[in-house]
């Protein structure tokens, strides 16, 4: 990361907080914190310019507005914004690619949330703030086909997965499953295939999965989700390599989980995994 020396020891006094730090009685003039607004090295001076898919699905970005700070992910933005100094009026929304936003070079935002999970490959390429939220992988399946009625991940030996590409999901397939799973260019094209009998299952993270099987998919199911597999996938906001802003964000994703703020959107937004067991 690229913030200076003095800015780094700036942080541990005043950034926690999100906003300017007024000075000490003792102090001449004030001081700004370096996580505030006027000096946060952003794309566009005093705004915040957060990216998400094109479209954005529900429970993450209702109604594809992520403007108006309904689901899970655009309420996390906001929640974030707020916390470094920023009102509303001053993010600014633009659209990616999932698999465009990982890859190197120059970004058109401050920060991506697409479910990105934090991963030692992807670090290689982008910066991720600390994780704001934790998930497993489950199975979207249909009612009567392959996947009904099984209950172990012995028995997904014989059934034909698919995933996004890009997704972590793609590894739970190979790794945990030990199968080849088929791959598409994005959760929309992987549940087409589960639709037309392609494939008998798509493997996405759990909240994906309530919302496919219970909007997308006739006769939906989750078939199971996966154990957690130490603390599970750990989804993170995507900065630029070397993003100046990333140690404020961190620091900002932190205070949200400290103070509650994110579980409690996150029981408003996604809901109870009720209703999905773990595969043995």
């Known amino acids: 990361m690229t913030i200076a020396a003095v800015a780094t020891v700036a942080l ?3 950034c926690s907080s ?3 730090s007024t000075a000490t009685a003792t102090s001449a003039a004030p001081t700004t914190s ?4 006027a000096s946060l090295q952003t794309l566009t001076a005093g705004k915040l310019t957060v990216a998400t898919g094109q479209p954005a699905y529900y429970p993450w970005v209702i109604d594809d ?6 689901g899970f992910e655009a309420a996390v933005a906001y929640a974030v914004a707020k916390q470094l100094g920023y009102a509303d009026t001053d993010v600014t929304w633009v659209r990616t690619t999932f698999d465009g936003a990982i890859a190197p070079g120059p970004k ?3 920060f991506n949330l697409q479910q990105y999970t934090i991963t030692d490959e992807r670090k290689a390429a982008v910066d991720f703030s600390s ?3 934790t998930t497993p ?3 979207v399946a249909v009612k009567g086909g392959k996947l009904d009625g099984v209950t172990t991940i012995a028995g997904l030996k014989d059934v034909k997965l698919g995933a ?3 997704t972590t999901a793609i590894d739970i397939i190979k790794t945990v499953v030990g199968s080849e799973p088929a791959v598409f260019n994005d959760n929309a094209a992987a549940v087409a295939a589960l639709k037309n009998g392609q494939i008998d299952g798509v493997v996405v993270d759990l909240p994906t999965a309530f919302y496919l099987s219970g909007v997308e998919v006739d006769n939906g199911m989750i078939a199971g989700q996966f154990p957690l597999s130490g603390s599970g996938d750990n989804f993170g906001l995507l900065l630029a390599k070397d993003s100046p802003l990333t140690t404020c964000v961190s620091q900002a994703v932190d205070a949200l989980k400290a103070d509650g703020t994110l579980d409690s959107i996150a029981a408003t937004w996604l809901g109870s995994d009720a209703g999905a067991a773990v595969l043995q």
């Not at 370096?34 to 607004?37: G, K």
């Open 12 to 14: 541990l006094a005043a």
């Open 18 to 20: 999100g906003s300017s």
């Open 34 to 37: 370096v996580c505030a607004p």
């Open 65 to 70: 507005k992520p403007e108006a700070g309904k």
């Open 108 to 110: 058109t935002f401050d």
């Open 131 to 133: 994780p704001y939220y």
């Open 137 to 139: 992988q489950a199975i």
């Open 164 to 166: 996004g590409v890009g």
